[in-house]
């Protein structure tokens, strides 16, 4: 399997995996698994504004093996059941966050959505090992919004809170207050919310306020306990001290807001913003590593970075000497998996992480140049 921007697609290319498009309100399949590229669906593609694929090939796995009827119906009756469940977290949070008027709590109604939308992301990641990879980069095909945002970190959190043990009931805490834990945003002007340059000292000052709004909206509401609430009054607290609304350290900052800390900066820095380009996510998660202790705290960090995968066996990466690869294995640091060179020298194999010939090597980013070329 290798993974292949849209705009590097070819006719008789073949999908490795099925195809997603997310609107703001509606995430639907596209085009099955197994498919063979036209050039229609390519344009397609790109007029959706789909970012990469996963296609069969590459001499690295081939995913197209045959699968018995009894298995092509499973995966097909699963898809449409994820389909439909992330269809309708959009429109149930949407009409959460994008009400038009002052949010002072969360109604019954809106907290039983909640906890429908909770349950399915659980029972979703739980029984589905690409869901995650793959729905996180289809919901981020398309411009951006706080509830979709929110949605985003939900999921990352829940895969790094069953990493971690969690016990079920605490994984859905912190899913449910990843959920709502940017709900106070709704309370604040919008056009601060969306400026394309650089916030005045008075306008930060107001988007600082977002936590305890949110803290008091979900308080006033009734329905959530002390570690949901924590969850969303402390996200933007830092492990050194330096965030807000209170300035809380280390382990004092409760675990659930620990991990969307992690969770939170991860999306908002992989997403279209206003006001800058998405970072890689090999960007981004070097980031995170170098912020752990300070930012982070560096356990989180390191569980969020075997949870979510920057470079999954498949990826054709460019390398720190210029050459580019596919990943044919990933060792425990993520960041340093096993690569199997293409082009001139095609067929070397270099393990990043064991192989000392090539510690001052690494994999600078995913490569979106033609498949094979040098």
């Not at 509830?147 to 809170?161: D, N």
């Not at 913003?273 to 070097?286: D, G, I, L, M, N």
């Amino acid at each position: 399997m290798l993974i292949v921007s849209v705009e590097k697609l070819r006719e008789g290319m073949q999908l490795a995996d099925d195809v997603y498009s997310a609107s703001a309100t509606e995430y639907n399949l596209i085009y099955e698994k197994g498919c063979f590229l036209s050039s229609y669906m390519i344009e397609d593609l790109q007029k959706r504004g789909i970012k990469s694929v996963n296609i069969v090939g590459g001499g690295i796995e081939d995913v197209s093996t045959p699968k018995s009827n009894l298995e092509n119906e499973e995966n097909i009756r699963r898809t449409k059941k994820i389909s439909k469940n992330l269809t309708r977290a959009l429109t149930d949070l949407n009409a959460i966050f994008e009400c038009g008027e002052e949010i002072k709590e969360i109604s019954s109604a809106s907290a039983d959505r909640v906890d429908k939308i909770a349950d399915d992301i659980v029972t979703d990641i739980s029984s589905n090992s690409d869901f995650l990879a793959n729905q996180m980069i289809a919901l981020q095909n398309y411009d951006d919004y706080t509830y979709k945002h929110c949605l985003r970190v939900a999921m990352l959190a829940a895969a790094v809170s069953k990493e971690i043990n969690l016990p079920p009931e605490e994984v859905k805490e912190v899913v449910v207050s990843g959920l709502l834990h940017d709900i106070g945003k709704s309370n604040i002007d919008h056009d601060i919310i969306i400026k394309p340059g650089k916030l005045t000292d008075e306008e930060f000052e107001e988007i600082k306020r977002h936590p305890l709004i949110g803290y008091n909206i979900l308080k006033n509401g009734d329905h959530y306990n002390s570690n949901i609430l924590a969850g969303v009054l402390f996200h933007q607290e830092k492990f050194d001290g330096t965030g807000y609304p209170t300035g809380m350290s280390g382990k004092k900052i409760p675990l659930i807001a620990r991990i969307l800390s992690v969770c939170d900066v991860f999306d908002a820095l992989t997403s279209n913003r206003p006001y800058r380009v998405p970072w890689s996510v090999a960007e981004t998660e070097e980031y995170i590593l170098g912020g752990s202790g300070t930012h982070f705290d560096y356990d989180v960090a390191k569980v969020f970075l075997k949870a979510f995968n920057p470079y999954p066996i498949g990826s054709i990466v460019t390398l720190s000497d210029g050459r580019h690869g596919s990943v044919i294995k990933n060792n425990e640091n993520v960041l340093r998996p096993v690569v199997r060179i293409m082009g001139g020298t095609g067929g070397e194999e270099i393990d990043l992480m064991n192989d000392f010939r090539f510690l001052t090597t690494s994999v600078t980013g995913l490569y979106s140049g033609e498949v094979g070329e040098k």
